[in-house]
């Protein structure tokens, strides 16, 4: 079962401004991953959070974990027609055995107008 | 190579015919993935190999799926007596795996698109 939620399913924006886009997950973690998707083919890495992280930066990306809340946002500043893509949170539950499937959640459409 | 590849990228079949789709991960990673996406839909794990240890069947929907991993290395998702539903993106990822419970950078292969008529 996915227990990654993100919101909003989709999102519009201009070129130029800000893109938040927001993943909750159910249980404890290992860590938490931020993939991009392209027209429905393989996706791409973009940034790795630990669960004793907080924020971390990668670029124009900037992660932000709460486990307290079991929350994570991913932010994309300045952004460009070429961040339209899909995004999906993947989170690395533990279990406390040897399982390394991460359950990723449903994604955010992202639509940057030029 | 210097990514995941699979086999073939696209794929049309016929209700209750059998298909074999193919998964080349990158050398030396020890972990395999494969998962199925829907149209507009997320990912849904179906099955994960690690090194020589039983697999992780637990996401396959179904007897009629299966999957093999030779060698520790390439693999092979068959699905038997293909239904409409079937139909989906089947991506494959790979990445290397360091003790136990421990979730690293996946890398996904293209996918391959499966249309059962």
């Known amino acids: 079962s996915q227990q990654g939620e993100e919101d909003p399913q989709a999102l519009s924006i201009q070129e130029g401004e800000n893109a938040t886009m927001n993943c909750s997950y159910k249980?404890?973690?290992?860590?938490l991953q931020w993939y991009r998707q392209n027209s429905g083919r393989g996706l791409v890495h973009l940034i790795l959070i630990r669960s004793n992280e907080r924020e971390k930066h990668s670029g124009r990306l900037r992660v932000t974990l709460d486990t307290s809340k079991k929350s994570s946002s991913l932010l994309i500043t300045a952004s460009r027609a070429a961040d339209t893509a899909s995004y999906f949170c993947?989170?690395?539950?533990?279990?406390?055995?040897?399982?390394?499937?991460?359950?990723f959640g449903k994604g955010t459409k992202l639509s940057v107008k030029p | 190579g210097a990514g995941v590849s699979q086999s073939p990228s696209n794929k049309v079949t016929e209700k209750g015919k059998d298909v074999e789709l193919r998964c080349d991960p990158i050398?030396?990673?020890?972990?395999l993935y494969w998962y199925r996406q829907s149209l507009g839909q997320g990912l849904e794990f179906l099955i994960y190999?690690?090194?020589?240890?039983?697999?992780?069947k637990s996401g396959l929907p179904s007897d009629r799926f299966s999957a093999e991993r030779t060698g520790g290395s390439v693999s092979t998702l068959t699905i038997q007596r293909t239904q409409q539903e079937d139909s989906a993106v089947y991506l494959c990822?790979?990445?290397?795996?360091?003790?136990?419970?421990?979730?690293?950078?996946?890398?996904f292969g293209p996918g391959t698109r499966l249309t059962v008529l």
């Open positions: 990822a790979s990445s290397l795996a360091r003790g136990l419970s421990s979730y690293n950078e996946q890398f």
């Open positions: 050398s030396g990673h020890t972990a």
């Open positions: 190999f690690q090194g020589n240890s039983a697999p992780d």
């Open positions: 249980t404890s973690i290992n860590n």
């Open positions: 993947a989170s690395g539950p533990i279990y406390g055995g040897s399982q390394g499937n991460l359950i």
